[in-house]
């Protein structure tokens, strides 16, 4: 089995909206014979210049829908070391002084994320 395409949210929605209409034979086709280019309807636009072996893998085995930075700082905000950073680099005697060290970040830039300072 194939790795998970990593497609960003306009994509995923584009796929979803394809596999809900079972458009999949399709749509490949379409893509293919297109080069990547053949998507005019506004809510496919996001797959023209998507390559053809990763629209094929999306559709037929799955799709990972790419987290923005947000998501990424929160995700490692609440689980320091499980979030591909490596353990040796934050140990659990750390984990605070990291946390901390982030939500200072985010205050200095004046930004706020969902589940660290918000």
């Known amino acids: 089995m194939s790795k998970k395409v990593i497609v960003t949210r306009p994509q995923a929605e584009a796929l979803n909206g394809i596999i809900l209409n079972m ?3 399709e749509a490949i086709r379409a893509h293919v014979l297109s080069n990547g280019s053949c998507w005019a309807r506004l809510d496919r636009a996001a797959l023209n210049g998507m390559s053809a072996e990763d629209l094929i893998s999306a559709l037929v085995f799955d799709f990972e829908v790419e987290k923005t930075p947000h998501e990424r ?28 060290g982030i939500k200072t970040a985010l205050e200095f830039l004046g930004i706020e994320v969902t589940g660290v300072n918000v």
């Open 23 to 25: 458009e999949q034979f």
């Open 73 to 100: 700082l929160a995700e490692v905000y609440q689980s320091p070391g499980k979030s591909g950073i490596s353990r040796s680099y934050i140990t659990s005697m750390h984990s605070e002084g990291f946390r901390t």
